[in-house]
Nanobody
Framework: QVQLVESGGGPVQAGGSLRLSCAPS????????MGWFRQTPGKEREFVAS????????DYTDSVKGRFTISRDRGKNTVYLQMNSLKPGDTAVYYC????????????????WGQGTHVTVSS
């Protein structure tokens, strides 16, 4: 069975850093675009970043450019989101997702989803 499991979330002060991990199980996602989304109360799920199967292409939403870095380790079948210079506005539940290809920006583009990991940034 396919599972996407996020980890690494937690409380952090503004300006700090966290690294989120997504460790799929049940199958490999080597040919998939992997993405991160986030959701806060009262808002729709928001695209954060994505990375293609080779790691050569990455995309970011404007609000995290220069602060967040998405990467993947194909040997470990794991995708990461390094979050630096965190702001209170980054507080959200972060979700890992897998898409079969591009476009891979909208939630509907992604086939598999994790359950989310909480990130809380305090000022």
């Amino acid at each position: 069975q396919v599972q996407l499991v996020e980890s690494g979330g937690g409380p952090v002060q503004a300006g700090g850093s966290l690294r989120l991990s997504c460790a799929p199980s049940g199958r490999t996602f080597g040919t998939y675009v992997m993405g991160w989304f986030r959701q806060t109360p009262g808002k729709e799920r928001e695209f954060v970043a994505s990375i293609d199967w080779s790691g050569a292409r990455t995309d970011y939403t404007d609000s995290v450019k220069g602060r967040f870095t998405i990467s993947r380790d194909r040997g470990k079948n794991t995708v990461y989101l390094q979050m630096n210079s965190l702001k209170p506005g980054d507080t959200a539940v972060y979700y890992c997702a897998a898409a079969q290809g591009y476009p891979a920006v909208a939630g509907g583009d992604y086939k598999y989803w994790g359950q989310g990991t909480h990130v809380t940034v305090s000022s």
